[in-house]
């Protein structure tokens, strides 16, 4: 059975720092690439941040570039998102998303594993 874990979400003020984790089993991870994405309230999904299979290459969407960092340890079948200098607006549902193949890694349509979500609040 494939189970993506997510955890780390919280309340934080603006300013403030989280960091999210994404536990995975049941899939050997180092075949996928992997990514967060969000959804805030009455908003579509979108792409927060991906990384390829070895960690190599990372890739942001452009309002959290520069904040958030995307990385993953495959011994461990763990991905994480350092999340620093939050905002407001980045508050929201965060999933984490396996991706099999070499599709778009910013198309959500794409993914076949999905995480629970893990609320992230950011107000004061």
């Known amino acids: 059975q494939v189970q993506l874990v997510d955890a780390g979400g919280g309340l934080v003020q603006p300013g403030g720092s989280l960091r999210l984790s994404c536990a995975v089993s049941?899939?050997?991870?180092?075949?996928?690439?992997m990514s967060w994405f969000r959804q805030a309230p009455g908003k579509e999904r979108e792409f927060v941040a991906g990384?390829?299979?070895?960690?190599?290459?990372?890739y942001y969407g452009d309002s959290v570039k520069g904040r958030f960092t995307i990385s993953r340890d495959n011994a461990k079948n763990l991905v994480s998102l350092q999340m620093n200098n939050l905002k407001p607006e980045d508050t929201g549902v965060y999933y984490c998303a396996a991706l099999a193949g070499h599709g778009d890694i910013k198309n959500m349509s794409g993914y076949i594993y999905w995480g629970q979500g893990t609320q992230v609040t950011v107000s004061s």
């Open positions: 049941g899939i050997t991870v180092v075949n996928f690439r």
């Open positions: 990384i390829d299979w070895s960690g190599t290459f990372t």
